[in-house]
């Protein structure tokens, strides 16, 4: 049960948002909250304090989706106790979604697609002046965060979206019918924007797109990813630059030049491979086959040493037998990633693969999970361990949530957490730190001064 508080109003109207899912949905959440700004909301953390609750919503997975709907069955009480506050749905799930979400909880008031991002000053304005129950998802969706207000969470790492949508329609995935169509951001306007970054200090940018490789396909100009990073490389003030997610099928052996090359761009490639069985990643219509996948990696460690490589995986595809499963994990085996989002294959009302026989049951897919999750933990654990004694870059971003005093965590350039004991001053600096011990998911070491 909701806990209540009568003591709500203040000055300022307040929203609360809540972001489910990827780094896109959390940059546009701060897109989001910078607009309502300007409406003179302020945020808050208490959700019974709120005039205004948002929940950006994601539905790459049923599970999400089960427990949004439970989180809004749960939002109907502070909705009784007051009439007044708004409650909006946006993101994925409510593209996805649309009216079904009143049909199920005729309380809500406002729903919207991730295409409205563009529109919420007016879509909020409009709603409570008139207070009537609307929806707003179109189908073609427009990308433009020029000029738009953003209240970054991080002073030190910041979100930037290059691209939006996706062309590729995996069989199993969602992604192209929520966000619609791929579309690319003008470079001058993403220069422009990393230059504002570095002059409010921000130390590192993190390039965002559902399929970063393909950048540029769709610009009158000609632009491409590669040329796009080299520029950013060229920005004073940032030090790093990352980006995710790229797609195997669109890797190009220009970006591997890139990343040796440009100081800036971070070791770090996030490459999902999703399966190492060819027959399921033919059906997942992933358009590459584990040789291919497995000679890109090649070819990225052959050029740039010290390269960490993660990726994500699915078990239990629809057809995946314990023999594709097998070389699932054999693949793990071999190409040793230095981590891996894994998953339990999800059926999506209206993707392809929701329609193929040979459901694989939830308890084998289950076990799977479990197999891989256990061969993987044993893989970064030892890949950790090579790298107690080295000495490392770590952009420091907070105090370690440990609690003990004067603990700081940071990231290498490879993206992996490294703890040490250091003065909060260090927070947004780059120091260099020797790995003394590890486990499987962190560095611990100690400040070189
Ligand atoms: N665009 C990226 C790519 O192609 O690799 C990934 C974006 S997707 C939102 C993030 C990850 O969610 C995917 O790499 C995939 O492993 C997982 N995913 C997507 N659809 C899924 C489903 N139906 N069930 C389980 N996992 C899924
Ligand atoms: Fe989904 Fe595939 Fe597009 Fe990634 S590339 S967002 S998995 S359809």
């Known amino acids: 049960m909701l806990n209540r508080s009568n003591s709500h109003r203040e000055n300022h109207p307040k929203v609360f948002i809540k972001t489910f899912g990827c780094q896109m949905n959390v940059n546009d959440s701060e897109y989001m909250i910078g607009q309502l700004e300007q409406l003179d909301y302020s945020e808050t953390e208490d959700i ?5 609750i948002l929940l950006n919503t994601c539905c790459v997975r049923a599970k999400v989706e089960q ?3 439970s989180l809004i069955g749960k939002i109907k009480e502070i909705k009784e106790n007051n009439p007044d506050v ?3 749905i946006c993101g994925c799930m409510a593209q996805k979604e649309k009216e079904n979400i009143f049909k199920r909880a005729p309380y809500v008031d406002l729903i ?12 909020i304005s409009r709603i409570s002046s008139n207070k009537k129950q609307s929806i707003f998802c179109n189908d073609t969706a427009c ?3 020029k000029d738009m207000p953003v209240k970054r969470e991080s002073k030190i790492s910041a979100w930037v979206q290059i691209m939006r949508g996706c062309n590729n329609f995996c069989s199993y995935c969602v992604v192209p019918y929520t966000r619609g169509s791929e579309q690319s951001r003008g470079v001058s306007e993403i220069l422009a924007e990393v230059e504002n970054l570095a002059q409010e200090n921000y130390k590192e940018i993190f390039l965002l797109g559902q399929n970063v490789n393909s950048y540029g396909k769709n610009l009158p100009e000609s632009a491409t990813f590669s040329k796009l990073l080299e520029l950013l490389n060229n920005t004073n003030g940032i030090e790093r630059i990352r980006f995710t997610t790229s797609h195997p099928k669109d890797f190009n052996f220009n970006l591997i030049k890139v990343i040796k090359n440009c100081d800036k761009v971070c070791e ?8 190492g069985s060819d027959k399921i990643l033919k059906i997942m219509n992933r358009e590459y086959n584990v040789n291919q996948y497995k000679s890109i990696i090649r070819e990225i460690r052959n050029n740039i040493s010290n390269i960490s490589i993660t990726t994500d995986v699915m078990v239990g595809f629809p057809g995946e037998t314990e023999e594709d499963f097998q070389q699932t994990l054999n693949t793990f085996r071999e190409i040793e990633f230095d981590d891996a989002f894994t998953f339990i294959y999800s059926n999506r009302e209206n993707t392809i693969a929701s329609l193929m026989p040979d459901q694989v049951p939830l308890q084998v897919k289950k076990e799977r999970l479990w197999r891989l999750i256990n061969l993987q933990k044993e893989i970064s654990t030892k890949i950790n361990k090579r790298l107690e004694g080295e000495v490392l870059e770590v952009l420091v971003d907070k105090k370690s949530s440990k609690n003990i005093p004067n603990q700081l965590s940071g990231k290498t350039r490879t993206n ?3 703890v040490f004991v250091g003065n909060e001053e260090l927070i947004g600096k780059i120091v260099k730190v ?5 486990d499987t998911w962190t560095l611990y070491g100690e400040l070189v001064k």
């Not at 019974?48 to 205004?52: A, C, H, N, Y």
């Not at 919207?112 to 879509?123: A, M």
């Not at 770090?268 to 399966?275: A, C, E, R």
């Open 48 to 52: 019974f304090k709120s005039d205004l």
């Open 67 to 69: 427990k949004i709907y």
């Open 86 to 88: 708004i409650i909006g």
């Open 112 to 123: 919207f697609g991730p295409s409205q991002l563009n529109n919420l000053k007016e879509i």
């Open 143 to 145: 990308f433009n965060l």
């Open 268 to 275: 770090h490639i996030h490459l999902p491979i999703q399966s």
């Open 416 to 418: 992996k957490t490294v």
């Open 434 to 438: 020797k790995i003394i011990n590890s």
